[in-house]
Nanobody, 117 residues
């Protein structure tokens, strides 16, 4: 019974910051790569950032230098620090735990981020 629960979303002004959290229960994340995806209205879901079990990170070009993904294996939680937010960052943000190629990944329900003045 694995669950991923995102939190920290909300309404923020352009240039502001938010920190999203993804709390995982039912399974340790320590050996898994984790990722944040986002889906804006009318667009397909896209990868925002990814972090491996060893701490290596990758980001979409659109968020490089502004977003930082991190993990706390003790708390079993993944974070997405979002700075200098832009209206185009408005989307539902989803957390994903990667699993074996023969097993489906785990996804959270998403948290809404709205950047608007």
């Amino acid at each position: 019974q694995v669950q991923l629960v995102e939190s920290g979303g909300g309404l923020v002004q352009p240039g502001g910051s938010l920190r999203l959290s993804c709390a995982v229960s039912g399974r340790s994340i320590s050996l898994n790569a984790m990722a944040w995806y986002r889906q804006a209205p009318g667009k397909q879901r896209e990868l925002a950032g990814r972090i491996t079990s060893g701490g290596s990170t990758d980001y979409a070009d659109s968020v490089k230098g502004r977003f930082t993904i991190s993990r706390d294996n003790v708390k079993n939680t993944v974070y997405l620090q979002m700075n200098s937010l832009k209206p185009e960052d408005t989307a539902v943000y989803y957390c994903k735990m990667e699993r074996s190629v023969w097993t489906l990944d785990y996804w959270g329900q998403g948290t809404q981020v709205t950047v608007s003045s």
